[in-house]
């Protein structure tokens, strides 16, 4: 329950009034009656996302159900929305959570419906990665349906904003990218266009990272080993982190995700470092990587952090809702699905059977990455559950919002953090 607890307690009160209004939404319309309805609860209200979200609905609509959306903006927000509906027993058919640890309360509360059989139907096993099966799995049964893989230690570069101030590629080493972001402020540009809520700060965290220490990462979020903040490589990463944030512009705080994407679309910033559903919104803006925003993995390009978006199916003895789950749990798998929502939604596909071809250059990078272990690691909510990551959002985003604050002192209470979770 402690992760239910962190989920909720993480979402602004306004939330509680979210799960009333997403229930409303299932009264559809009376024609449709006999067809499996799926509402299906989501965070996916950007243009990018809507785009994807959208492929999805029609593909059930195609299929034969019909689709109730109940989009809730923030994932944080959705999340706890979610869950209050579930445990208040009024789920909805399906809600989406990231890969990993998220739903662990859910399932130890005995809140889902396993889904063997349509893992099986569907042959899950052949085509998901080894550890997407995992992530999805408790006690050896599916609980989830994992609909993407997400890299997220992208950074993006706005192509116009380098040309301007003469930096002809991304840089690849840090004393490259702060030249180049010293640059972008000498010319009254907003270097590093930074969304301003924790997970943010975190993902740009964990990408500075990784960027500076494979092992450090390793050591910091596989095995939340709290001596990892005395190595060489978290502190040269706290350092950096800590020198970021004179490069961020004053309205940062609070901005969303996809408007800090908004920025290097319009050429106001450099770069952003954020999960690939980024690219979403720049495709939704007829923008094409290396013509106008290059995307690099990292620093270097050579270790993506892995994850994406599953949807858990809600216990229920509803004989039409376990249609609308059955059906909606085949048609999300699909591989004319996965290929054309993944295009939309910037990921890439969780099949292997997918004609890869069609995917953007990123994509290209990223799936190169993810066709060889030694080249990716996991993302936080794989491996860690969801009260520690709270506890590790918090001190990310005092440190990155308090410019006194020393990286000494944040790389003590991170220590901390990890020992508290121990
Ligand atoms: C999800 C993405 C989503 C992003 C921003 C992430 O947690 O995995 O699918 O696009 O949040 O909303």
Request: charged content about 20%; aromatic content about 10%.
């Amino acid at each position: 329950m402690k992760n239910l607890k962190a989920i909720l307690q993480r979402a602004p009160a306004r939330t509680m009034l979210a799960g009333a209004l997403a229930a409303l939404a299932l009264a559809g319309p009376a024609a449709a009656q006999d067809k499996p309805k799926a509402e299906v609860m989501h965070w996916w209200t950007s243009g990018g996302e809507a785009a994807a979200l959208k492929v999805f609905a029609d593909q059930y609509t195609k299929a034969g159900g019909v689709w109730v959306d109940a989009a809730i903006a923030g994932g944080e927000q959705a999340r706890a929305a979610m869950v209050n509906r579930i445990v208040g027993g009024n789920p909805p058919t399906a809600a989406q959570f990231n890969t990993g640890k998220q739903f662990d309360d859910l399932v130890g509360q005995n809140l889902l419906n396993p889904l063997d059989q349509a893992a099986e139907a569907g042959q899950w096993k052949s085509f998901l990665p080894p550890a997407f099966i995992e992530a999805a799995s408790r006690d050896g049964h599916f609980y989830a349906e994992p609909v993407n893989v997400h890299g997220q230690n992208w950074a993006f570069y706005s192509k116009e904003v380098l040309d301007k101030v003469g930096v002809s590629a991304p840089p690849t080493n840090w004393d490259e990218f702060f030249a180049a972001m010293d640059k972008i402020k000498a010319a009254g540009l907003i270097p590093i266009a930074q969304g301003g809520q924790p997970w943010q700060e975190h993902i740009t965290f964990a990408t500075v990272l990784l960027a500076t220490s494979k092992e450090a990462y390793e050591q910091t979020y596989v095995k939340q080993d709290p001596a990892v903040v005395s190595t060489p490589g978290f502190k040269q990463a706290a350092d950096v982190f800590g020198k970021m944030r004179s490069y961020v512009d004053p309205g940062s705080p609070g901005r969303n995700w996809n408007d800090a994407t908004a920025l290097l679309i319009t050429g106001k910033a450099g770069v952003q470092f954020m999960g690939d559903w980024a690219k979403g919104e720049f495709k939704a803006a007829g923008k094409q990587p290396d013509k106008d925003y290059y995307c690099q993995v990292g620093l270097k390009g050579d270790q993506l952090i892995i994850g994406g978006d599953v949807f858990v199916f809600p216990k229920t003895s509803d004989e039409g809702q376990l249609k609308a789950q059955a059906l909606l749990a085949s048609t999300l798998l699909a591989p004319d699905t996965q290929l054309l929502f993944n295009i939309q939604k910037g990921s890439m596909p969780v099949r292997k059977d997918v004609d890869a071809t069609k995917f953007d250059a990123c994509a290209q990078k990223g799936m190169k990455l993810l066709a060889d272990p030694a080249h990716q690691v996991a993302v936080v909510d794989m491996v860690i559950a969801a009260d520690l990551k709270g506890a590790l959002d918090d001190v990310v985003t005092k440190f990155w919002n308090d410019k006194g604050e020393t990286a000494e002192t944040f790389t003590t209470q991170f220590g901390e953090a990890l020992k508290a979770a121990k």
